[in-house]
């Protein structure tokens, strides 16, 4: 099916702006993703009608937004095609999915010379929380190489694996280059050394159908607002065994069955590590923001954003001076690119002159970015609200300013 860009557009009120007197082209998807009407309007509806707290009021508003904020539960479920809705956990979004399971998982099972396996692409979030668990157990932090065009090396990753693989944690596709990686074939030799895999799917989970139970992870974190939802929230999937075989990540109501000054029991999941009141009107909202998506269908906004990737990608490359960085056969609607003789904050801030909105600088990858030899990119993401008049809008600026060092 071919998508109607100008109605998907109409639903996003923040993208009929101008910038610097210029229309606004946002091309910084894979930081955050702008919200459709529905969203802000579920936001507006839920503290304007039903504000109220989940799971223990006695009275009608507060059955309302409980039955709300479970619906949302059950939507994530399918949407992660997970076993059971009590495998779906809210987080504040995919960085605290990772702490959360570095704190619980890796403090109980976690001990000295055990082995965690990333990879070169990792965003901070899947890296610093494992090497503060390394400091605190005596663990060791092993890393998969990639190679020029920003793939895993999976050679390299087979000699890594040993019995002593406790987890695998890896993201599924790169913020700052948009490789996707082979999940299926990691998880599944990971799992033949015993090792639990955690996927962080903060920027696949958007673009890829996710089906987690054919995948086989033990873990799949997310964040609403990189699938058109409010920031701040996330979800973690885990499996019911391994999830049940963990202790609470926070202490505090919700989570317990019985508190006593002797002894606390906890309650079941995903109420065990949901402590607090949680993001009530924003879990409400992400609601709009699946609905969205699944109406749409992933497989047409996947063509849509290829599309635009391809065609921008063709067409940049021949601009002299434009150098891409990461050039994976498989990618996500990312593209990385320097300005030769050009800082990328510099390109940057030139294309904001223009009204385009683009990430410059790390992308919170720092070891990516050193294995390159570089301080950072430039970087355009695409998302379905994209079109091919903006992505020539890019091009022609992207040349102009390559000129300028050109000349
Ligand atoms: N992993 C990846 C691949 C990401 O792109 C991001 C967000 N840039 C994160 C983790 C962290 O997500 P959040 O900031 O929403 O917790």
Same mark, same amino acid.
């Given at each position: ?14 993208? &009929? ?10 091309? &910084? ?20 009608? &039903?504000?109220?707290?989940? $799971? ?25 095609? !997970? ?17 959360? @399971? ?11 010379? &055990? ?23 005596? !663990? ?17 990753? #087979? ?28 998880? +599944?030799? +990971? $799992? ?11 920027? +696949? ?18 964040? !609403? ?16 065994? @391994? ?38 009107? #924003? ?20 063509? $849509? ?56 600088? $790390? ?19 695409? +998302? @379905? ?23």
């Amino acid at each position: 099916m071919t998508l109607n860009i100008q109605n998907i557009r109409e639903q996003f009120p923040v993208l &009929d702006q101008e910038v610097n007197g210029k229309p606004l082209i946002y091309m &910084d998807n894979a930081a955050t993703t702008q919200k459709p009407k529905e969203v802000l309007e579920a936001l507006s509806d839920y503290y304007t009608h &039903d504000n109220s707290n989940i $799971h223990r009021g006695a009275h009608t508003l507060a059955d309302r937004a409980t039955r709300a904020y479970e619906r949302t539960r059950s939507l994530v479920k399918d949407f992660l095609n !997970a076993a059971e809705e009590e495998e779906i956990i809210f987080t504040k979004g995919t960085t605290e999915g990772i702490n959360l @399971v570095a704190s619980t998982f890796g403090r109980k099972f976690f001990t000295e010379g &055990d082995e965690i396996i990333i990879s070169t692409l990792e965003h901070h979030s899947n890296i610093v929380p494992w090497q503060m668990l390394c400091e605190e157990k005596g !663990a060791i932090l092993k890393v998969i190489p990639i190679n020029e065009k920003g793939e895993l090396l999976l050679d390299e990753f #087979d000699k890594l694996l040993t019995n002593k693989t406790k987890l695998v944690s890896v993201v599924h596709a790169s913020n700052a280059l948009g490789t996707i990686n082979p999940i299926e074939e990691i998880i +599944s030799k +990971s $799992h033949a050394v015993g090792a639990k895999v955690l996927i962080d799917g903060a920027q +696949s989970s958007a673009h890829l159908d996710i089906d987690v139970q054919a995948l086989n992870c033990d873990f799949f974190v997310m964040s !609403a607002h990189k699938i058109y939802g409010p920031t701040g929230l996330g979800v973690l999937y885990g499996k019911r065994e @391994v999830l049940e075989s963990m202790p609470p990540y926070q202490g505090g109501g919700e989570m317990i069955k019985e508190v006593t000054f002797e002894k606390t029991t906890y309650n079941e999941i995903p109420f065990k590590f949901e402590a607090g009141t949680p993001n009530i009107a #924003d879990v409400i909202a992400f609601q709009k923001a699946i609905e969205f998506v699944n109406k749409l269908g992933k497989a047409n906004i996947r063509n $849509h954003e290829e599309s635009l990737l391809n065609y921008a990608t063709e067409q940049l490359s021949l601009i002299k001076g434009f150098i891409p960085v990461g050039t994976a056969s498989k990618k996500v609607s990312v593209l990385s690119f320097l300005i030769e003789y050009m800082h990328p904050f510099d390109v940057g801030m030139m294309l904001d002159a223009s009204g385009i909105a683009v990430r410059t600088g $790390h992308h919170c990858t720092q070891p990516l970015m050193n294995r390159f030899e570089i301080e950072g990119t430039v970087r355009a993401s695409f +998302s @379905v609200y994209n079109t091919k008049e903006e992505i020539e809008r890019l091009i022609e600026s992207v040349s102009k300013i390559a000129k300028l060092k050109n000349k």
